[in-house]
């Protein structure tokens, strides 16, 4: 029975990188000049910091700018709020959201059933979700469906299996 995997997972080599050119270019543009303007990798998140709040929005805008080019989904990012650092400075934290939620996997699995293909069925595993269906290409519709609807998560299929 043809069967296939939803995830919603983040490449962290990719956000790595992506942080280091962000960094890099902070360091050289004239705009952040003295502006101690830095981004610092946590676990399951990001910190920017900065002198003041326009220079961190500036700073933000060139990671996700870094991170498109990546491909890696800005819908996993989950931006804070801005906060009053020492010395008058500013700080952001940024967590990454990898995995699917109990809630979204619900609202994932009545999506599937509303498109009413006879055959296909879905449980949730973990956090991830695993779809099976007597036929490919309900598969394949059922794909085409997911991708074109928002859930505001990023989704990547694999493993599929015919």
Do not use: C, Y
């Given at each position: ?16 990188n992506a942080v ?81 939620s109990a809630d ?59």
């Amino acid at each position: 029975m043809p069967s296939f995997d939803i995830v919603s997972e983040v490449d962290w080599q990719e956000v790595r990188n992506a942080v280091d050119q962000a960094n890099r270019e902070a360091a050289t543009r004239f705009d952040f000049k003295g502006t101690d303007s830095a981004i610092e990798i946590g676990t399951d998140e990001l910190v920017l910091r900065s002198s003041t709040e326009d220079r961190l929005r500036a700073l933000h805008q060139v990671l996700e700018e870094k991170l498109v080019k990546r491909e890696v989904s800005l819908k996993s990012l989950d931006s804070g709020k801005i906060e009053e650092a020492s010395r008058g400075s500013a700080r952001q934290r940024i967590a990454v959201r990898s995995g699917i939620s109990a809630d979204n996997a619900k609202r994932l699995n009545r999506f599937m059933k509303d498109l009413g293909l006879k055959g296909v069925s879905s449980q949730t595993q973990g956090d991830q979700l695993r779809v099976t269906g007597k036929k490919r290409d309900d598969l394949q519709a059922v794909i085409q469906a997911l991708k074109a609807e928002d859930f505001g998560i990023a989704l990547q299929f694999t493993n599929f299996r015919d």
